[in-house]
């Protein structure tokens, strides 16, 4: 693929820049690559669909050359999780989903992990799911997540993976805290 | 770690003051002289993270 046929800037991702930064055939050493989840496929509740960001992962990796690249961790946010209310604290955390947006939710993850399956072809690497969430809707967001990879697995889409896609949390303090920075 | 970093020139001035930089970890997002900070880590960069890490929220 070719750099220039992407339009920038991309929304949102780089506003002050344009996907030809983000040329990493020189980079020989590179092993990670961490991007947002809505920066692959927009997310439920999101602004209009860009092309340009859905086609962010796919532009990026096939500049690649390092032999040392292997991973791609994909991180989600709260916001990224029909069940959870922003700008709310436990117990009043989750929301009840209805079954339209459950459907939303487990279509997102459909398209997601067909993206990761069409840009697994670009290059080989180990998918990692990270929920970079609040510390009281870890447990929360990697259940969603494990059911996600649970669905793919059922639906035998994982067989394109050489191993399974991991599931990890890495928390990032708490309703409270963001609170506090916005004081 | 750099986000929604606007200063132009910023980029060139660091690296020529202190003669290249050799990064391992970027954390970047809609900074002005994006190219510049990932070409000049070419030879050290492992690990580039694409969005704003963000203790408190979005």
Known sequence: ????????????????????DFDL?????????????????????SC???PAISSFLRTVLSTITS??????????????????????????????MTPDQRAEEASWHCDLFKVFREVHTLRGFR?????EV??????????????AVAAEKAGRRLKYFPSEPLVIYSPRGSPETYRNIRR | M?????????????????????????DIFDVEGTRLLVG?????????????TDPGGE
């Open chain 1, 134 to 147: 609040w510390d009281c809707v870890g447990e929360y967001t990697m259940r969603v997540l494990r059911w």
């Open chain 1, 1 to 20: 693929m070719h750099l220039k046929s992407v339009p920038s800037p991309v929304r949102n991702l780089t506003a002050r820049s344009s996907l030809v």
């Open chain 1, 127 to 131: 998918l990692v799911l990270c929920a």
């Open chain 1, 67 to 96: 032999l040392e690249f292997s991973e791609v961790i994909v991180a989600f946010r709260e916001t990224d999780f029909c069940g959870v209310a922003q700008y709310s604290r436990p117990p009043d955390i989750y929301r009840d």
């Open chain 2, 40 to 52: 000049a880590c070419a030879g050290t960069l492992e690990t580039l993270r694409l969005y704003p």
């Open chain 1, 25 to 45: 055939s020189r980079h020989k050493l590179l092993r990670t690559l961490e991007v947002r989840a809505r920066f692959i496929v927009p997310g439920h509740g």
């Open chain 2, 2 to 26: 750099m986000f929604c970093f606007k200063r132009a020139g910023f980029a060139k001035d660091m690296i020529h003051l202190f003669g290249g930089i050799r990064f391992r970890y970027m």
């Open chain 1, 48 to 50: 209009a669909p860009d």
